[in-house]
């Protein structure tokens, strides 16, 4: 099993920044994708950005320019930077790895 732990949700105003981390633990496979998705109230879940092993990455068309995926494998973490943030990017942060396991989500808010 793999638990994972997210951190860096929050309240910032339109066009601040965000970093969210998410470190695993547990049996952690460094070859498979991790990434992020994103849940708003009344959607349904999106993806916002994968990062593989060989260090490509894809972004949600939406996101791209401001939003950065990186991971650390040494410390089981993925990072989602995310810039020029917009009212719209309100939702629930989900960190995903292998596309089998999640985290409990962090809320951000982009809010004036």
């Known amino acids: 099993q793999v638990q994972l732990v997210e951190s860096g949700g929050g309240l910032v105003q339109p066009g601040g920044s965000l970093r969210l981390s998410c470190t695993a633990s547990?049996?952690?496979?460094?070859?498979?994708?991790m990434g992020w998705y994103r849940q708003a109230p009344g959607k349904q879940r999106e993806l916002v950005a994968i990062?593989?092993?060989?260090?490509?990455?894809s972004y949600a068309d939406s996101v791209k320019g401001r939003f950065t995926i990186s991971r650390d494998n040494a410390k089981n973490t993925v990072y989602l930077q995310m810039n020029k943030l917009k009212p719209e990017d309100t939702a629930v942060y989900f960190c995903?790895?292998?596309?089998?396991?999640w985290g409990q989500g962090t809320q951000v808010t982009v809010s004036s």
């Open positions: 547990g049996t952690i496979f460094s070859g498979f994708a």
């Open positions: 995903m790895h292998a596309y089998t396991y």
């Open positions: 990062s593989t092993s060989g260090g490509s990455t």
